[in-house]
């Protein structure tokens, strides 16, 4: 049968029948953006903005794995923990990858892409836009870790203005007690060497770090170096015009108008301050307290850190000698990697073990000293000697004069006993004046090695001692009780010229 043919005589095609009813519904088209005179189209999501610019709460599809977002937390250093103001390195952050469920679009279906909110496509920048904020944050975060913060508990600031290094040291452990007792954070002052018999002919400031490390001190107490803190922390929060001097009544009566603390009069007081570039604009004078914990509470109502940040001291807030109790502070005294490199550089070089240190303090200005002894003007207590006729007074041994002042033969007799007892193959020998070297070879008839360096640098010396096998020290001097009370925290056998058993003290172990 011939199929009828249009108006131009073109064959025209037979209409296609309408499809048969179904009884089951027509599946949903995938959805996608829809513009005006557009039919739905599927295109995929976009990347989902960061959860700060999201709008309302998103619902998340539960079992959905979706794009990931950065996490910025604090690498495996964690946060800077405030007993390590000043000191501990910048904290290390990492950045995490955390699944982040897709948003699912309300009332679409469960089931396949169909249920994926798009975003508006004015959005696709967002990513960026995060990336950005990270990077701003990190950068901001490293920056503020580069410097120290600022402590509101305060700080304490001295001047280790009394004597040489014995001295001085033993003024540190009780200033580093002060500082924790007042909650205060210790500016660790450099160390006055004098150097007014060989060039430079004045005094040096060496930084404390150059003979000891900063970072154990860290385990008893919140410390920074004097030169940083001056560095980076004073201009800022005690500049010039702020500065604030503190100091007892009666010391103040030394100035002209006896009402300002004499904080930069003679020598050391003027060049250790004139280092820093630092004046003092006004005074704070106190009276009827003492630097013992027992006023802890006195301190911190007199001067809070609200009011008073900085407390600048003439001299350190210590006794001397050291009190007992502070004594084992010392095991937070560690020697720098370069002190101990050079101590045993010298004694693998000059020494054999084992070997015996010990300490001759004989010089001139000790002769005199130790005559004080004869003439009845010191007792028992005299300077460094409660570390072995020990503190109590009421129990205290005597003080001799072979204890402050040995004499050659007291030399010789103690140092045969201890060669002997400990088998010694060497004997060092520190000292502030004639070494006796040639003595003490023939006592031994040249079978051991005797060594006196007599170093420019006299925590050499205080080294070496510190690791002998047995050390012999000076009762009464502060430089042998550095040597003491650091072998007594790592239980190394020690003695006095004068006595060879001394007795327990209350914090060796």
Not at 34 to 52: H, I, K
Not at 219 to 227: K, P
Not at 333 to 344: H, I, L
Request: one cysteine or more.
């Amino acid at each position: 049968m011939a199929q009828p043919r249009g108006e131009g005589g073109e064959r025209r095609a037979r209409p296609t029948p309408p499809p048969a009813p179904s009884s089951s519904p027509a599946p949903r088209p995938l959805r996608g953006p829809r513009r005006r005179g557009e039919g739905a189209a599927v295109t995929p999501p976009l990347a989902p903005l960061p959860r700060s610019l999201a709008r309302g709460r998103p619902r998340t599809h539960p079992a959905a794995p979706g794009p990931a977002r950065l996490r910025l937390g604090p690498g495996p250093a964690g946060p800077i923990a405030r007993g390590t103001l000043g000191v501990t390195p910048p904290p290390r952050f990492r950045l995490s990858v955390v699944p982040r469920p897709l948003e699912r679009r309300p009332g679409a279906c469960r089931d396949g892409p169909a249920s994926l909110s798009p975003r508006p496509a004015a959005m696709a920048a967002a990513p960026r836009l995060g990336l950005l904020l990270l990077l701003l944050l990190l950068a901001a975060a490293a920056g503020g870790a580069a410097g120290p913060g600022w402590d509101p508990a305060g700080y304490l600031l001295y001047c280790p203005c009394m004597g040489r290094f014995g001295n001085q040291a033993e003024h540190f452990l009780g200033a580093l007690a002060f500082a924790r007792a007042l909650n205060r954070t210790l500016a660790v002052p450099p160390w006055i060497e004098y150097r007014h018999h060989r060039p430079p002919y004045t005094n040096l400031h060496v930084p404390y770090t150059e003979h000891f490390r900063l970072e154990p001190l860290l385990r008893y107490h919140r410390v920074i170096s004097l030169e940083r803190f001056m560095e980076e922390l004073a201009p800022r929060y005690w500049p010039p015009g702020k500065r604030v001097a503190y100091c007892f009544e009666a010391a103040a009566q030394r100035s002209a108008d006896k009402n300002t603390c004499p904080m930069k009069d003679g020598n050391p007081f003027g060049p250790f301050w004139d280092q820093f570039q630092v004046d003092f604009d006004k005074s704070e004078l106190f009276k009827g307290i003492s630097f013992s914990s027992a006023y802890r509470e006195h301190w911190i109502r007199r001067f809070p850190p609200s009011e008073h940040p900085v407390l600048a001291l003439p001299g350190a807030p210590a006794q001397f000698p050291v009190l007992e109790e502070h004594r084992p502070l010392q095991r937070y005294m560690v020697w720098s990697d370069q002190m101990v490199e050079k101590g045993e550089s010298h004694i693998r070089s000059l020494l054999l073990r084992p070997y015996v240190g010990i300490h001759l303090r004989i010089g001139s200005d000790w002769k005199n000293a130790c005559n004080m002894l004869k003439d009845g003007t010191a007792g028992p207590h005299f300077m460094a000697s409660p570390q072995c006729v020990g503190y109590d007074r009421s129990r205290a041994a005597p003080l001799t004069m072979d204890m402050c002042l040995p004499s050659l033969a007291e030399i010789r007799r103690a140092l045969q006993l201890w060669v002997e007892k400990t088998g010694a193959r060497a004997v060092y020998i520190a000292t502030d004046s004639e070494p006796y070297t040639t003595e003490i070879q023939q006592l031994f008839q040249g079978k051991l090695k005797v060594v006196s360096l007599q170093p420019e640098v006299p925590q050499v010396d205080l080294y070496i001692l510190g690791q002998s096998d047995h050390f012999i020290g000076n009762c009464v001097s502060s430089f042998t009780a550095f040597v003491k009370r650091e072998r007594d925290v790592r239980g190394k056998p020690s003695s006095f010229f004068g006595m060879d058993h001394p007795p327990r003290l209350r914090d060796e172990f």
